[in-house]
């Protein structure tokens, strides 16, 4: 788990203050392209993942998108959204889509931050960077076989969401 050891500073309404900061401290490589935009390479266990943030003040919204680096070609373009589809039925926070003109698989999701302090804040938005780093590790051999175009994906798929009952 990602663990935040200290608490963070920050003045204005703007979280990727604090995620840069906590990015830093990590020794993650980080990217703060305009005021409302960070991007974050993360180190995954199968790859490593760009990480991508969008604040929108507006609606005091956190949009996070965490991509695979995989292009999906026109031609595995359909196996790969019947991948998509099996495997939004069965998250419980955030989805997968094709993103980047539809050739890239991302996780994504939203937190709304409106009422959230900020050092709680901090710690929601590092537990979602730990659950798109799973679940993109936990499906990036499923969306490799799309990209190659390989139809053992659905039986990689099967054993990726195959859930356990109890103990041995």
Same mark, same amino acid.
């Given at each position: 788990?990602?663990?935040?050891? *200290?608490?963070?500073?920050?003045?204005?309404? &703007?979280?990727?203050?604090? #995620?840069?900061?906590?990015?830093?401290?990590?020794?993650? !490589?980080?990217?703060? !392209?305009?005021?409302?935009?960070?991007?974050?390479?993360?180190?995954?266990?199968? !790859?490593? *993942?760009e990480l991508s943030?969008?604040?929108q003040e507006e609606?005091?919204?956190?949009?996070? =998108?965490?991509?695979?680096?995989?292009?999906?070609?026109?031609? &595995?373009?359909?196996?790969?959204?019947? =991948?998509?589809?099996?495997? &939004?039925?069965?998250?419980?926070? /955030? +989805? *997968?889509?094709? !993103?980047?003109?539809?050739?890239?698989?991302? *996780?994504? +999701?939203?937190?709304?931050?409106? #009422?959230?302090?900020?050092?709680?804040?901090?710690? @929601?938005?590092?537990?979602?960077?730990?659950?798109?780093? =799973?679940?993109? &590790?936990?499906?990036?051999?499923?969306?490799?076989?799309? +990209?190659? /175009?390989?139809?053992?994906? +659905?039986?990689?798929l099967n054993a990726?969401?195959?859930?356990? @009952?109890?103990?041995?």
């Amino acid at each position: 788990m990602i663990s935040i050891p *200290f608490e963070l500073s920050y003045e204005d309404n &703007n979280p990727l203050d604090m #995620v840069e900061e906590l990015a830093t401290t990590k020794g993650w !490589s980080c990217v703060r !392209s305009e005021e409302a935009v960070l991007t974050i390479t993360l180190p995954g266990q199968k !790859s490593t *993942f760009e990480l991508s943030m969008e604040w929108q003040e507006e609606f005091s919204a956190l949009l996070i =998108a965490c991509s695979i680096p995989l292009e999906i070609s026109e031609a &595995n373009y359909e196996i790969a959204v019947q =991948a998509l589809e099996k495997i &939004n039925q069965n998250l419980w926070l /955030g +989805h *997968f889509d094709l !993103s980047y003109k539809g050739k890239y698989p991302t *996780f994504r +999701h939203t937190l709304m931050l409106r #009422v959230i302090p900020a050092g709680v804040a901090v710690d @929601i938005i590092a537990d979602i960077f730990e659950i798109a780093t =799973a679940e993109c &590790n936990r499906f990036y051999t499923t969306f490799r076989l799309a +990209h190659e /175009g390989d139809m053992r994906l +659905h039986d990689d798929l099967n054993a990726a969401i195959f859930e356990t @009952i109890g103990e041995a």
